[in-house]
């Protein structure tokens, strides 16, 4: 089964700009359908962005704002969430998921999850 890890979290500036990665393992990455979720203190975990396996077509959640950008590196096995403009309302834990379906964008459509990164806007 695929493994994933999310790495690049932390605390940043609101105005700023962050990148999350999301490293797969034990499976090659270009087999799934990969997605970004958050849960932000206190609430749900909700859907955020994600992309086919190909990475030629992606889809967005309400959250994302027109902020957040999904890609992927399939050469590298890897994912990335690119937010910008940060506001303290991104503060949430961040999940890399994957699946073997495209287009969900609800937390059980998703087989395969990172353990989370924590990622705190504040000046």
């Known amino acids: 089964q695929v493994q994933l890890v999310e790495s690049g979290g932390g605390l940043a500036q609101p105005g700023g700009s962050l990148r999350l990665s999301c490293a797969a393992s034990g499976a090659t990455l270009s087999n799934y359908h990969v997605a970004w979720f958050r849960q932000p203190p206190g609430n749900e975990r909700i859907f955020v962005a994600g992309m086919i396996r190909s990475g030629g077509i992606t889809w967005y959640g309400d959250s994302a704002q027109g902020r957040i950008t999904i890609s992927r590196d399939n050469a590298k096995n890897t994912v990335y969430l690119d937010i910008n403009n940060l506001k303290p309302e991104d503060t949430a834990i961040y999940y890399c998921?994957?699946?073997?379906?495209?287009?969900?964008?609800?937390?059980?459509?998703?087989?395969?999850w990172g353990q989370g990164a924590q990622v705190t806007v504040s000046s």
């Open positions: 998921a994957a699946s073997n379906k495209a287009g969900l964008r609800v937390v059980g459509g998703y087989d395969y």
